[in-house]
């Protein structure tokens, strides 16, 4: 349901006289602090009083200093912090009656109707427990004579909301929960650092991570990885598992693998319900196979360390939603709670919810395992399926006679090795001949292609960078060499996998079919750039790493301010034209300002910034950060804006500049990156193989129509091949990038965050949806170009 903007503007101060608090509960999850930073700031914009409530459930029973009135600064500086500052703790108290009395005391005496609670599922059930029994409990309170009746009469509802904070992605109904993208990046870090120990010493290492019920970081980790071996809850392994995975291990080391990587959930089980251990896993390959072998329990390093980019941006997301969910609740709105579907927040039925994830587990304890994946979601399903087709090599029954080439476009991006592998092992087990091309078009054209094999690919999932080479040449002026090289090698179909450059050369490539007969074969763009700007998708290869680069690259220079004089950073990002990087890390890194290109500002801008700024430091505040996209202003540079800080801050504040540089291309690809470019990969290289197969006569493909030379974009939830010449009306080539871009949305909410005065209508509010609907939906899909991104 959408609201207009006449609504949102009406909403906006409607929390005067209102107070809400926030809470943490059950185990904690990197995010959680951005998501109470996010509700407080946007509780205290639209006028409400906002409590913090320390130590969860147990600081809302005992009541007291445990639940303090916040303040702007209160949240200052928490967002790149792990875990959560305001604490949390488990309750026994609080599942008694008599702690849930304590609890509604507590609230009414401070005037608080309503409550958002960030916790697991366990935690959020309690809430709702705890929203049932409201005017009960306060009928009790009044009969014990500790609240007056008028008192009681004034609290007569309680609203809560609900934010999803578990590392283990076990929620259903939300694509992710925070916390889970973090893990995965401590997970994937330790991964790396363990191949490389393990191929010197030429070792097996059986790696046993969380998700007692759920194999979710388990399964990601492995298909991120290209473990030899998995082991998850939901799909325990066949009987006779052993000698496979045994048989598994011993060809990868005959083809030349000089390492095994296991992966194993802590809940992993066989069919009968049996766990199966990490040590049990060692010692039958030591047994079996006599490989040096070594256990490492990640353990609870996995909650650990600061939050990532994306969980960072979803926390701030999830948390301002949840207080306009909180503003516009009535007696009679259900219980809800906040969630991700695509790259949109969305209002779930908490209870709904929470049930649809208890039948998870019933049918899993009723060994009915291919339901319990299906009840995952399809992400889930999608992960598992693409899983088992990448990891163990197939044998080919017959060739197909087609022959499929891929390349790398334009600037390195993260991710682009994993799109390669997968769909280089794709087309192979399909039959198909494959071959890499080396340095872009230009390579194309020189004829510099070698025929890659299923093992050629090993280990590229976290390859950062471009294995192939990758440069920025077009084909237009090579075009009768990449003919002819076509015509040498007979190759079938093109992959691309670039960014810009990219699009636009595929794009030549088919409006030249007119004049080359050669180029009618299936031509497919996986958009990869840290600049996501290519047109006819959501998201590109390489964008998640290269804003976690950026993040991390500001949280350092954040903190060389602490402890010093009053400073303000400018710091310059790369994108082009494009301010996706500079508006995401703006948010993840709670910037005073991102100045883009989409947004134009002018001079009185720039001098209502530096007021601002100039206000924050005499309030305590040490240290400022302004983002500025690499062409976001012909005359207003990183130099103009820099000099323009230290003047007009002299006295108050002094002033950096920090160009971030290509650092931002990132090294190892992110978790989302790899996962991302394993899933495109398999499907452009489905699509090309469709392609091939309805192109095919007269002993030769002859692919002319427009729908053959394809953009794969995802947007929101839906994974589409549109046609390069239909991406034309869309784009704006002068600046290189789509004319309309949906993170736009996202600027409001780096705006109010940093307490700058805005348009509230600028605001775009989440969606009301439905578990059931959801499931319908991925039903849908099942036949149909759809995923998530997870």
């Not at 991964?191 to 010197?200: F, G, N, V, W, Y």
């Not at 699509?687 to 427009?706: K, M």
């Amino acid at each position: 349901v959408k609201m207009s903007s006449m609504d949102l503007e009406k909403l906006k101060m409607t929390g005067a006289g209102r107070a809400m608090a926030v809470l943490t509960s059950g185990g904690d999850a990197q995010g959680m602090n951005a998501a109470v930073r996010a509700v407080t700031r946007m509780g205290i914009y639209v006028g409400a009083k906002v409590y913090l409530i320390y130590e969860g459930y147990q600081g809302l029973v005992d009541g007291g200093d445990n639940i303090k009135l916040a303040h702007w600064q209160s949240v200052t500086n928490i967002i790149q912090q792990g875990g959560t500052v305001i604490g949390s703790a488990r309750c026994k108290a609080f599942t008694t009656r008599e702690g849930r009395l304590a609890a509604a005391f507590n609230l009414v005496k401070k005037g608080i109707t309503n409550l958002c609670v960030c916790g697991g599922d366990g935690s959020l059930t309690g809430a709702n427990i705890f929203r049932s029994e409201w005017s009960s409990l306060l009928d009790e309170l009044v009969q014990k004579g500790r609240i007056t009746d008028t008192l009681a009469r004034q609290h007569g509802h309680l609203n809560i909301v609900g934010l999803v904070g578990s590392i283990d992605n076990d929620f259903c109904g939300t694509d992710m929960t925070i916390g889970a993208d973090s893990a995965l990046h401590r997970i994937m870090e330790i991964i790396d650092a363990i191949m490389t120990t393990a191929q010197s010493h030429q070792r097996t290492f059986v790696l046993e991570v969380m998700g007692r019920h759920c194999g979710y970081l388990a399964l990601v980790s492995a298909l991120a990885s290209g473990a030899d071996w998995l082991l998850i809850p939901e799909a325990p392994p066949q009987e006779g598992w052993e000698d496979c995975m045994c048989s598994r291990l011993e060809g990868s080391r005959i083809t030349g693998s000089r390492l095994n990587i296991i992966i194993i959930a802590e809940g992993a089980i066989d069919r009968n319900g049996k766990p199966i251990t990490s040590t049990y896993v060692k010692d039958l390959v030591v047994q079996r196979l006599g490989y040096d072998t070594r256990v490492t329990v990640l353990g609870h390093v996995q909650r650990g360390g600061t939050p990532s980019a994306f969980d960072r941006v979803l926390s701030s997301k999830l948390g301002m939603e949840a207080v306009i969910a909180l503003l516009e609740a009535t007696p009679d709105t259900p219980a809800c709670a906040i969630g991700l579907s695509g790259n949109r927040a969305v209002r779930l039925p908490l209870m709904e919810c929470v049930e649809m994830t208890k039948l998870v587990q019933t049918a899993m304890n009723e060994k009915r395992f291919d339901e319990a994946v299906k009840l995952r979601g399809g992400s889930f399903e999608n992960n598992w399926n693409i899983y088992k087709l990448l990891a163990f090599e197939k044998p080919i029954q017959s060739g197909s006679n087609f022959s499929l080439a891929i390349l790398n476009v334009g600037a390195p991006a993260a991710g682009m090795n994993a799109a390669v592998r997968s769909a280089a092992r794709l087309a192979l087990a399909q039959g198909h001949k494959v071959y890499a091309v080396q340095d872009g078009f230009q390579g194309l054209a020189n004829g510099e292609l070698f025929e890659m094999e299923w093992h050629s690919v090993a280990g590229w999932t976290g390859q950062g960078g471009s294995l192939l080479g990758t440069k920025r040449t077009l084909p237009n002026k090579h075009m009768e060499k990449i003919v002819e090289t076509i015509i040498k090698f007979n190759i079938s179909a093109l992959l691309v996998i670039g960014g810009f450059e990219g699009y636009a050369g595929v794009l030549q490539l088919f409006e030249a079919r007119s004049h080359y007969d050669e180029l009618c074969i299936p031509m497919c763009v996986i958009p990869a750039t840290i600049s996501n700007n290519v047109p006819g998708t959501d998201f590109s290869l390489g964008a998640d790493t290269a804003v976690n680069a950026a993040m991390e690259g500001c949280d350092k220079i954040k903190q060389s301010a602490s402890g010093t004089k009053r400073r303000v950073f400018v710091v310059e990002t790369m994108g082009g034209f494009c301010g996706y990087l500079a508006t995401c890390t703006g948010i993840a890194v709670g910037a005073d300002a991102a100045y883009i290109f989409e947004d134009p500002f002018n001079i009185h801008d720039l001098k209502t910034n530096v007021e601002h700024l100039t206000e924050k430091m005499k309030k305590d505040v040490q240290r400022g950060l302004v983002l500025r996209n690499e062409n976001c202003h012909e005359n207003y540079t990183t130099d103009f804006i820099h000099r323009l800080y230290s003047s007009e801050g002299k006295g108050i504040f002094d002033c950096r500049v920090n160009v971030l540089g290509h650092l931002q291309q990132g090294g190892a690809p992110s978790p989302f990156d790899r996962n991302f470019g394993t899933k495109l990969g398999v499907k452009a290289t489905q699509w090309i193989s469709e392609r091939l197969t309805e192109n095919f006569r007269q002993g030769r493909v002859i692919a002319n129509s427009p729908d053959t030379a394809c953009v794969l974009g995802l947007n929101r939830k839906v994974i589409s091949f549109i046609p390069v010449t239909e991406l034309k009306d869309v784009t704006d080539f002068e600046h290189r990038m789509p004319k309309v871009q949906w993170w736009f949305n996202l600027r409001p909410m780096l705006k109010m965050l940093a307490k700058y005065q805005t348009s509230f209508c600028e605001y775009v509010p989440g969606e009301i949806e439905h578990v059931t609907r959801q499931i319908n939906r991925t039903k849908k899909q099942n036949s149909t170009w759809q995923t998530s991104l997870f």
